[in-house]
């Protein structure tokens, strides 16, 4: 059973596109983290959510509670983006993960 | 300014030796965290402490031991390494805030 699911796995896009990320939970949880992973590389968290909307740079995440949801959107993709997000729930004491959706970005 | 340190960074170890990964967190968080990280699976959570003191299995403990004498340290240890536990193993740490920080990794190889 998965207690996140995120979508696309894969993405490609050219430079200077809008990006998408989806990630739908099904536990309860007190926040919800975006996590960036660039190859052979460490974990670094982009953003904590609890509700509604947050932006850093050219990066925007939002999250309905309601509907157990979860965006995040690239503006004006670089190929310095080209990582895999993770997106991350806290239920409780524990964290539960997404498989991480690998991006591409193309010159 | 460290964050989380793990060490070491990367281990060939034999089959059947034993190894203990250290994590190490300078922020006072209460919570630490053990992962492993493979292909297509995303990550999956080993061992957990809620505090000083306390420990608690994840999903995938099998294998592993953990021990958590100081607030500031979370040891995983393997006593007897598999190939199958070949992997990236990622620590990371939370704040009661929920803020959470990871480690940059090790790579551990068993052959």
């Known amino acids: 059973k998965n207690e996140v699911e995120q979508s696309p796995q894969n993405l490609t896009a050219q430079e200077g596109e809008f990006i998408t990320i989806n990630c739908s939970y099904s536990?309860?949880?007190?926040?919800l983290h975006w996590l960036q992973q660039h190859p052979g590389g460490g974990i670094v968290s982009l953003f904590m959510l609890s509700s509604g909307k947050k932006k850093h740079g050219r990066l925007i995440a939002t999250i309905n509670i309601q509907e157990k949801h979860s965006s995040l959107h690239i503006t004006a993709s670089h190929p310095r983006d080209s990582a895999v997000y993770i997106c991350a729930v806290r239920g409780g004491n524990q964290f539960y993960f997404g498989t991480g959706t690998s991006l591409t970005v193309i010159p | 300014n460290a964050g989380v340190t793990q060490t070491p960074k990367f281990r060939v170890l034999k089959t059947g030796q034993s190894m203990t990964l250290l994590c190490a967190q300078d922020?006072?968080?209460?919570?630490m965290y053990w992962y492993r990280q493979d292909p297509g699976m995303g990550l999956r959570l080993i061992h957990y402490?809620?505090?000083?003191?306390?420990?608690a299995k994840g999903e995938v403990p099998d294998g592993y031991n953990v021990s958590r004498l100081k607030k500031q340290n979370f040891l995983l240890g393997l006593e007897s390494a598999a190939p199958s536990q070949t992997s990236v193993y990622f620590c990371?740490?939370?704040?009661?805030?929920?803020?959470?920080?990871f480690g940059s990794g090790t790579r551990l190889t068993v052959v």
């Open positions: 922020m006072n968080h209460e919570y």
């Open positions: 536990v309860g949880i007190s926040a």
């Open positions: 990371a740490s939370s704040s009661l805030d929920r803020v959470v920080t």
């Open positions: 402490s809620v505090g000083e003191g306390t420990t």
